[in-house]
């Protein structure tokens, strides 16, 4: 694919700025659809895809955890590992207003406001892996080293 025909969205700046190098991959979006449309319609496996999902602490401290497309959050092992009385997503508009993002086209790259990112430690033992590039039906494919380079992202383990 050209690079003509790729949305230019802030996560893609983000990218472009920190000389990291993606494949996109658009594909038609469904809403509600999820990392398990993506993964049929680009022909890879879920578990390869991450989800970019915007929690808060019960204090109202927001941040983003990203996970494999297969698996949950265990939202009480995200309260212990931050050691908060509990863990929530938060609302569409709150996520919306926090990362400049739509759900379904949250990317962790370029948010409005620099969240702590918080990563499943088994994607970075992925080679490649594709999180969302920050338009709804838009992948990208980087190297999960990449999370922690740009953005810092510690790793955690609250999948399920």
């Known amino acids: 694919m050209g690079n003509d025909n790729i949305p230019i969205t802030t996560g893609v ?33 879920e578990h390869r895809i991450i989800k970019t999902l915007v929690m808060q602490s019960d204090p109202k401290h927001p941040f983003i955890v990203l996970m494999h497309g297969d698996k949950e959050v265990s ?15 938060v609302s569409e508009q709150t996520a919306f207003r926090l990362t400049g993002y739509q759900v379904g086209g949250i990317s962790p790259f370029g948010t409005k406001q620099r969240l702590p990112v918080y990563a499943e430690k088994s994607i970075f033992t992925l080679e490649r892996i594709v999180i969302n590039g920050g338009k709804r039906g838009f992948l990208v494919e980087i190297d999960p080293a990449e999370l922690k380079r740009t953005l810092d992202a510690q790793e955690v383990e609250a999948g399920i």
Do not use: D, W
Request: zero cysteines.
């Open 75 to 89: 939202t009480k092992q995200m309260a212990r590992i931050l050691g908060v009385k509990s863990v929530e997503p």
């Open 13 to 45: 700046r983000f990218l472009r700025e920190q000389s990291v190098r993606f494949t996109p991959m658009l594909y038609n979006y469904e809403p509600k659809g999820g990392t398990a449309v993506s993964a049929r319609e680009l022909g890879i496996e």
